[in-house]
């Protein structure tokens, strides 16, 4: 196993907080899948900014940043039923990977964590 990269992002809540009065900036960054766990299990303002500090994390540890084919709708963040946070492997992540550094089979782990004021987020790509 070879670590491929690793990212880290840590962003201010109420930047977030002010963003998602906007509904367009909601369905532009976040996906579905994710507005409707937010709405299911009435989570606050900074499960949208752990989301999009996951979403950073990821982006640093791909090597890419968000650009022109990687777009934050496209990293989707779940949570499996002990609550743990995970990214969705997605038909575009997979092909994204797989151009970027050459492999199929490869593992994403995510951690996350939030404060009064800031939201984190540590992502590990790597190799199986």
């Known amino acids: ?23 367009k900036f909601i369905h532009r960054v976040y996906n579905k899948e994710e507005i409707i766990s937010f709405k299911k299990e009435k989570k606050g303002n900074n499960f949208y900014a752990k989301r999009f500090a996951a979403k ?8 890419t940043g968000i650009r022109k084919k990687l777009f934050f709708k496209d990293i989707i963040i779940l949570n499996d039923k002990f609550g743990k946070p995970y990214f969705k492997k997605t038909k575009k992540i997979n092909v994204l ?23 984190i987020a540590f992502t590990v790509l790597q190799t199986i």
């Open 56 to 63: 950073e994390s990821f982006s640093k540890a791909l090597g």
């Open 1 to 23: 196993m070879k670590i491929l990269g690793i990212g880290v992002d840590i962003i201010k809540n109420q930047r977030i907080t002010k963003s998602i009065q906007n509904k």
């Open 97 to 119: 990977i797989n151009k970027k550094f050459k492999v199929k089979n490869y593992n994403l782990f995510l951690s996350i964590s939030d404060e009064k004021d800031y939201s």
